[in-house]
């Protein structure tokens, strides 16, 4: 068989278990679950970090945050880092990003400095500046009419379909495109325009931008006319095509918006369920119970169960919506005749507390919801439906897919290769390394939090840097996490032991790139 194409499909912020392969028992997803159905399905598949831009730039690099140095939503991945586009490009594959790319900024607003002015001189930061445009996912190069062009290659990708933002609100060649469709694209994306509805979900929004109009259909589009143009060619492809759904603000237009009824769905996992809250989670009820809670933002706030069911319900109609396009693009790849020679994955980027002990979006709470993501591999080679319940990572993405391409990874890759998972073993790694480091003080935190968790077959331990209190759950006795054991006892030697272990995977996990030249 010659060397296989890539069909990368990727989610913005979709918990592990939506989906209806996963067991979901209302949202519908048949045509992820298809890939599921002709693949191995990970189901113990974590992030490297549960935020959008430091583990996209982990799943680009096969690196740690703290290796490649987009350590938190904010910073940009350097061009002097190399990815796995990067070698599949150099190895003769064509590669285009069609959707949600974020390791960059795309906000256009400026951070919130960690140190004053004052406390730094004339030189402000450790490295020079480096004089590279790292504006390119900027709103400000979107602004015109005309087609923003990027200079080529952008991370290894030698084509760019550009979506930024979330929900209604994305920007981008997106936002251009829509505009050459409509004079009212402005008006559509004012949420003071919104179609009436009777929800009280906080960032619910009820778009009035058309489905046909709507970003996961632009996505779709372009992904198909992608194929469509490589459909003749012999050089293989990688599509990596990123929806920026379901990510909040809760936006589904047209019959996804009320497509599920919020009175279907079941929040399993109140509050109260948790025996000793920890202190984060504690200020968060503590702001919600005073009516003081900030839930217009992108920060992790408490909600009741009216507004819980209500975002459960919209995410599930952002989720079929995407679900729709998949579809429609795994029917063009048939069409095309590449199937047969096609690898599809199916991923996501963090989940969403979306519920669990009354939290919604994500934050430091290092809960599997926003940690544990699904990860679903269908390769030509053997469509046989599989279950792997390999301990596995967005770093080892990388590794695996540029072993699959039959190319050789560069020094400094961390990640491991799933080809043998993906065949069957479940054998991989007995722990893993979550990396969480904040932007700036919140939920309770007096600092901004730096936060590592390992997580073991039977257990989750977290540490908060400089705090005297973190956390450990039995995961087998107690799967919920209700119940920190942090303080019990009975386990001070598996906090101890599992504490060494997570030593261990940090000293392992340093960057070892760039590799001796020469003896000293």
């Given at each position: 068989m010659s060397r296989p194409n890539f069909l990368f499909f990727i989610t913005d912020q979709q918990r592990a278990d939506y989906l209806g392969c996963a067991g979901?028992?209302?949202?519908?997803?048949?045509?992820?679950?298809?890939?599921?159905?002709?693949?191995?399905?990970?189901?113990?598949?974590?992030?490297?970090?549960?935020?959008?831009?430091?583990?996209?730039?982990?799943?680009?690099?096969?690196r740690f945050p703290?290796?490649?140095?987009?350590?938190?939503?904010?910073?940009?991945?350097?061009?002097?880092?190399?990815?796995?586009?990067?070698?599949?490009?150099?190895?003769?594959?064509?590669?285009a990003l069609i959707g949600k790319s974020h390791v960059q900024p795309m906000t256009g607003i400026d951070s919130q400095k960690r140190y004053k002015p004052d406390d730094v001189g004339a030189i402000k930061e450790a490295w020079k500046d480096d004089p590279s445009d790292y504006d390119n996912e900027d709103p400000?190069?979107?602004?015109?009419?005309?087609?923003?062009?990027?200079?080529?290659?952008?991370?290894?990708?030698?084509?760019?379909?550009?979506?930024?933002?979330?929900?209604?609100?994305?920007?981008?060649?997106?936002?251009?495109?829509?505009?050459?469709?409509?004079?009212?694209?402005?008006?559509?994306?004012?949420?003071?325009?919104?179609?009436?509805h009777d929800y009280v979900c906080p960032q619910a929004v009820r778009t009035p931008i058309p489905e046909e109009l709507y970003p996961t259909s632009f996505i779709r589009d372009r992904a198909i006319d992608y194929i469509d143009s490589v459909k003749n060619d012999d050089q293989p492809f990688f599509a990596f095509v990123s929806f920026p759904d379901p990510h909040h603000p809760f936006t589904?237009?047209?019959?996804?918006?009320?497509?599920?009824?919020?009175?279907?769905?079941?929040?399993?996992?109140?509050?109260?369920?948790?025996?000793?809250?920890?202190?984060?989670?504690?200020?968060?009820?503590?702001?919600?119970?005073?009516?003081?809670?900030?839930?217009?933002?992108?920060?992790?706030?408490?909600a009741d169960e009216r507004e819980t069911r209500e975002a459960m319900a919209l995410s599930c109609g952002m989720i079929t919506m995407i679900d729709d396009a998949i579809g429609a693009v795994i029917d063009a790849l048939k069409a095309s005749g590449k199937y047969e020679n096609t690898v599809i994955v199916f991923n996501s980027d963090?989940?969403?507390?979306?519920?669990?002990?009354?939290?919604?979006?994500?934050?430091?709470?290092?809960?599997?919801?926003?940690?544990?993501?699904?990860?679903i591999w269908s390769d030509p080679e053997d469509r046989t439906p599989r279950l792997s319940h390999a301990l596995s990572s967005t770093v080892d993405l990388a590794p695996t897919i540029i072993e699959r391409a039959g190319l050789k990874p560069y020094w400094g890759i961390q990640g491991k290769s799933l080809a043998a998972n993906v065949a069957g073993s479940h054998d991989l790694r007995d722990g893993l390394v979550v990396e969480y480091e904040d932007t700036q003080p919140r939920m309770g935190f007096e600092t901004s939090a730096v936060v590592r968790t390992l997580i073991t077959a039977g257990h989750r331990l977290?540490?908060?840097?400089?705090?005297?209190?973190?956390?450990?759950?039995?995961?087998?006795?107690?799967?919920?996490?209700?119940?920190?054991?942090?303080?019990?006892?009975?386990?001070?030697?598996?906090?101890a032991r599992l504490t060494e272990q997570l030593v261990?995977?940090?000293?392992?996990?340093v960057d070892k790139s760039p590799h001796a030249r020469r003896r000293a």
């Open positions: 979901h028992p209302i949202v519908r997803t048949p045509n992820i679950d298809s890939i599921a159905a002709a693949g191995t399905r990970f189901d113990r598949f974590y992030v490297a970090s549960p935020v959008c831009m430091p583990n996209r730039a982990s799943l680009l690099t096969g703290t290796a490649h140095g987009l350590r938190h939503n904010g910073c940009d991945l350097s061009y002097r880092a190399n990815t796995f586009t990067d070698v599949l490009r150099a190895g003769g594959y064509k590669t400000s190069r979107y602004a015109s009419n005309e087609k923003y062009e990027f200079k080529l290659p952008y991370y290894g990708y030698d084509h760019v379909d550009m979506v930024t933002g979330h929900g209604d609100q994305c920007n981008g060649h997106y936002y251009q495109w829509l505009k050459s469709k409509t004079n009212q694209a402005d008006i559509w994306r004012d949420h003071k325009n919104q179609l009436a589904p237009p047209g019959k996804y918006w009320d497509m599920y009824d919020p009175k279907d769905f079941h929040p399993r996992l109140p509050y109260e369920a948790h025996k000793n809250p920890t202190p984060p989670m504690r200020w968060l009820h503590d702001h919600w119970i005073k009516g003081t809670r900030q839930a217009q933002t992108q920060e992790a706030f408490m963090h989940g969403d507390y979306l519920g669990d002990f009354n939290l919604m979006l994500k934050g430091a709470i290092m809960l599997d919801s926003i940690n544990r993501v699904s990860f977290t540490l908060y840097k400089g705090l005297s209190w973190g956390e450990l759950y039995d995961r087998r006795a107690d799967p919920d996490e209700t119940h920190n054991l942090w303080d019990d006892a009975s386990h001070a030697a598996v906090r261990q995977e940090l000293i392992e996990n």
